[in-house]
């Protein structure tokens, strides 16, 4: 595994900005570490505004990619918020599932570390933010010491996570529908409220007559 990179779209000037990104020199050649840095970034940009374009996460929710060019591969997790996680490897060094797993992982915890819809509109050039998890996955993949286990623990961590939220927005969206039923109660009442008062009225009148 060589990169692992958050990027996002900023808000005011619609452009791809990289959040958090750490490498692993070890695994690009000496000579050409400058330049393998700088392509990872600009290529990490690119990649984010085309994926975006192409699979907006307000349409499509979360979606994932993997792209090769040569003997490189990018597996990215375009989640539901607009934030965007990728893996830089080599071909065949990464499973699909151990990539869901730590790209899941990564959002996750960039989300609790730095809020949650904020980050668009917070910030609007490249930043360094630190993201310790990422280091992490990215040394222990490396060094062989991965434990799949816990992997596998923290993507149903997230999965359940995300449970959660969905269930919320669901009751949300239930509560949303009770609260238009209980206004529309309240206009029903309000209105035969009116029509009693306007016959008391003429009751009333007829009455004095």
């Known amino acids: 595994m060589i990169a692992i990179t958050i990027t996002c779209i900023s808000q005011e000037k619609q452009e791809a900005i990289i959040l958090s990104q750490v490498y692993d020199s070890s695994q690009?050649?000496?000579?050409?570490?400058?330049?393998?840095?700088?392509?990872?970034?600009?290529?990490?940009?690119?990649?984010?505004?085309?994926?975006?374009?192409?699979?907006?996460?307000?349409?499509?929710?979360?979606?994932?990619?993997?792209?090769?060019?040569?003997?490189?591969e990018l597996q990215a997790f375009v989640s539901y918020n607009g934030l965007i996680c990728m893996i830089?490897?080599?071909?065949?060094?990464?499973?699909?599932?151990?990539?869901?797993?730590?790209?899941?992982?990564?959002?996750?915890?960039?989300?609790?570390?730095?809020?949650?819809?904020?980050?668009?509109?917070?910030?609007?050039?490249?930043?360094?933010?630190?993201?310790?998890?990422?280091?992490?996955?990215l040394k222990s993949f490396n060094s062989g010491k991965l434990d799949n286990d816990k992997l596998d623990v923290a993507f149903d961590k997230v999965k359940?996570?995300?449970?959660?939220?969905?269930?919320?927005?669901?009751?949300?969206?239930?509560n949303t529908d009770d609260l238009n039923d209980l206004d529309k109660a309240a206009e029903e009442v309000k209105e035969n409220a009116n029509q009693f008062r306007k016959v008391a009225r003429k009751k009333k009148c007829c009455a004095i007559f």
């Open 160 to 174: 359940y996570v995300k449970n959660i939220m969905h269930d919320n927005v669901k009751a949300l969206l239930r």
């Open 88 to 137: 830089a490897a080599q071909n065949g060094k990464l499973a699909e599932r151990q990539s869901k797993s730590i790209l899941s992982a990564c959002i996750n915890e960039f989300e609790s570390q730095y809020g949650y819809g904020k980050i668009q509109s917070t910030y609007e050039e490249d930043q360094n933010l630190e993201l310790p998890i990422m280091s992490e996955f």
């Open 28 to 72: 690009i050649n000496l000579f050409h570490r400058t330049f393998a840095k700088k392509v990872l970034k600009n290529g990490s940009k690119e990649l984010t505004e085309s994926l975006m374009e192409k699979f907006n996460p307000h349409y499509h929710g979360s979606t994932f990619h993997v792209l090769q060019e040569g003997k490189y």
